[in-house]
DNA sequence: TATTGTTATACTCTATAACTATA
DNA sequence: TATAGTTATAGAGTATAACAATA
């Protein structure tokens, strides 16, 4: 159930490859699509050096300042544990903040920095390009149907 | 970029955090889907102890006996060095062979045991409870066609 | 008692580079 | 020279458990 980058070598001497059972599991074809699409963003916003996980941080902490590390891990799926170094690399970059809550002396309020702010900004403009590129791959009518159903899941 | 295990808590006290751009990024939805997908699969398949990629490899070994490893590599998008951990393991659970290729002496000509085909029978039956799973809840109308859209991606 | 952020550990996966033996 | 399999290493991601401070 793992990926397959390109389509198998179709060369008329060697036998070809036969996936069997995976043709017909959606596991298998979901995630060759995510790490195409990762590998896709991945080079689409190498300037802003940002991984996909990275920009998904930027993004929910950019829509909802002041939000704790809990409820950014719990939204996005990416364990506290994980959430403690991811924060302080972005934090060593000048990308975000935690600042002590008010109301709360064991959460951290998260914002992004005004370096954030812009980066983020810059990064989205790319991201944009990227999906750009896949709904031209996809086709819109495609792409859509695709995202709606994904969304729906 | 990262994944929504499950969707936020709506509490009418706190309040809502947004997904932002998320909204409109086919890579966010298509991680969580595999994410799912992958841990429903798992979960599945623990009587037979396989994680999707050992059952990835088990069923091309499977339908191409004899293929190098470079050829599994290439068709599965797992790389040669990885691979190499991954078939000792399954060899040592006396699943798979490698077999001297009569053709070409750099080559393993890659083989299912019997027990390794036994194992491959009872996963695959499993696995089509959990595809069954994934047909019930997408409906069987969305999920041809979010089948045919990823084949042909 | 439960939650928040943190540290630590072990395992998996990915990405490389380099080595050997063969072609 | 190039290819197949292998070894080794570094970085990232995942899954846990445990701890201090606070609720």
Redesign the pocket.
């Known amino acids: 159930m ?2 397959r980058k390109r389509p198998p070598p179709r060369q008329t001497s060697a036998p070809m490859i036969q996936l069997g059972i995976l043709n017909r599991r959606l596991g298998y074809f979901a995630r060759r699509l995510q790490v195409w699409i990762f ?1 896709d963003f991945i080079r689409r916003l190498a300037s802003v050096d940002l ?1 996909p ?1 990275q920009f998904s941080v930027l993004v929910v902490i950019g829509a909802n300042a002041g939000l ?3 409820e950014l891990s719990a939204t996005l799926g ?5 959430l ?1 170094r991811m ?1 302080h690399r972005l934090e060593r970059r000048g990308l975000t903040q ?1 600042l002590p809550s008010s109301a ?5 309020a998260l914002r992004l920095t005004r370096e954030g702010g812009r980066l983020l900004a810059r990064a989205k403009r790319l991201s944009d390009e990227h999906e750009a590129g896949l709904i031209e791959r996809f086709g819109s009518k495609r792409y859509r149907i695709l995202i709606e159903a994904l969304r729906e899941f």
């Open positions: 793992a990926l590998q991984s996980a704790s590390q809990a990416i364990e506290r544990a994980r403690v924060l935690r709360d002396a064991r959460r951290h």
